[in-house]
């Protein structure tokens, strides 16, 4: 296992954070738009957001995986050098999710400068970006996570319900200084399965990532980059005030990262296929984390 992307001190892990005194389960009023969503006359209080229909049942691992599986900052190094012209404008099989209202049109999102270099979101294009994402899937600190090592077809079988689907969840290439390094997937957690294992507020928005190269692990990179990422989230998304993500309690390195980048230690959430540390990252507190 490479070294993690950021460090904390004693006291700093899951059992420390979760004292912080923040609620997370709190009456509120839904608005209508949201309620019309799931069809429901009455809004909740302090159960977890409906899902809908479509979502009722256990959350699968398959489920879990076609939504984005493990939260992980490993990867394999990424040697296909600079996207060109990755941009929204790329000719080519253009998906839905490049005009998402769901989450606000992520492919629209402008570059940001960060200390590890510019940093930006590029949406998945699969005859583009398949065989990269497959190679990293496969990366054997990667698969313990995302369990999605094997033939490309794998990866595909992964990435289809998203680049098919109505634009809940984004899959992204992370491309740092012109070159792709990681793999994100940017998710409406509150109308995802995850919104019945924990208390989900409106426009919820979840992160799932992987770093793409044992060169850019155990160096910050992952916290610089997660914290970039859910900057983007709130500046883009302002009705969002949280950003979410359920890395598994046994990887320590990104638990490690999250921290690190502003989130706090919310919960341990039991989930069908791991159990998960529950990230949040409050816009009420941004400026202070």
Known sequence: MPPADAHTGAGTGPASQAGTGTED?????????????????????????????????????KESRARGGSTSTEGEDVSTGTVTGAGPGTPGVTSRLESSDLLDNPAEWRPVTTPAGVFQL?????????????????????????????EEAVTAAHLGPQLEGDGRSVPCLGVLSGVPMSYWEIYRADLDPLARHYPARPNDTGLHLLIGGVSNRGRGIGTTLLRAV??????????????????????????SAFLSAGFRFSAEVELPDKQAALMIRDRAHRAQL
């Open 122 to 150: 590029v949406p998945v294009r699969l005859e583009r970006d398949l065989a990269v994402i497959s190679r990293w899937m496969n990366d054997p600190a990667v698969a313990a996570f995302w369990e999605l090592g094997g």
């Open 230 to 255: 859910s900057d983007l989230v709130l500046d883009n998304r302002p009705q969002c005030a949280r950003v979410v993500a359920e890395p598994d309690l046994r990887n320590t390195p990104s638990v």
């Open 25 to 61: 389960t709190l009456d509120l009023q839904l608005p209508d738009e949201f309620l019309a969503l799931f069809g429901e006359d009455e809004p909740a209080t302090v159960t977890p957001t409906p899902i809908p229909a479509s979502l009722d049942g256990p959350l699968s691992l």
